[in-house]
């Protein structure tokens, strides 16, 4: 057998986690999410990043991903253009669609306008198990980077050991990873709130134990179970 045979062979066990992005970026921005996740600190063969675009692939963007193709595993795949409110929930159907062509266990939502640490998909995976969701911090201001100089602003994920991680409903989309069977029953809508009301109906509807990582683990009523105990905002679920 060849080496690039085996390398083909290298992504065809079945990952443990897929990573779902919807993407509407050109290279400039993709080529800086395609090369944080060929730096992931999980074997190649663990985890799988799922890139939906939103409408017909550029050929810069096709041509750039079969490159990082070689690399680590990618898919990239298109959806006829989401024509839903984007405005108050962008990335809806790409997301959807990500859930039910992935091949791993649970599922992350990347989006195409984060960066992301090396261990991004390692601190998921060292917390999942049976009815959990997992969740990692995002950045404070201070640890926010800017990109070729950019003006705007690139949260990077994880970014662990702030004095106070925030609650569940403050965090954003790329923040948990959740069992894909619950994100297909649950899957996402348009809706204000998106990803906040995403993750509040798996939780209200499976029950899980919410591991924040990072030292806190609370249940699905915000109730610490083991951890910091000194919340400073409203348990999570309990925001209207």
Known sequence: MGKAQRKDNEFKIKPKISVITPASRGVKCLSNL????????????????????????????????????????????????????????PGTRPRNYGVSIAKGEYCCFADDDDRFKDAYCESFLSNMGDKVVACVQMSCQKSRMYLDGSKDEWVLIPEIGLPHFPLICHIGTPCFCVPREWALAEPWRHEPEHDYRFIKRICERFHPEVRIIGGMSVDVDGLVLRGLRDWVSNPPFYRE
């Open 34 to 89: 395609f090369r944080d996740f060929k730096n992931q600190t999980v074997p190649k063969n663990e985890f799988e990043h799922v890139v939906v675009y939103d409408g017909t692939i550029p050929a810069d963007v096709q041509k750039l991903a079969d490159e990082y193709k070689k690399l680590y595993n990618l898919r990239l795949v298109s959806i006829k253009k989401d024509m839903g409110d984007m405005r108050i929930a």
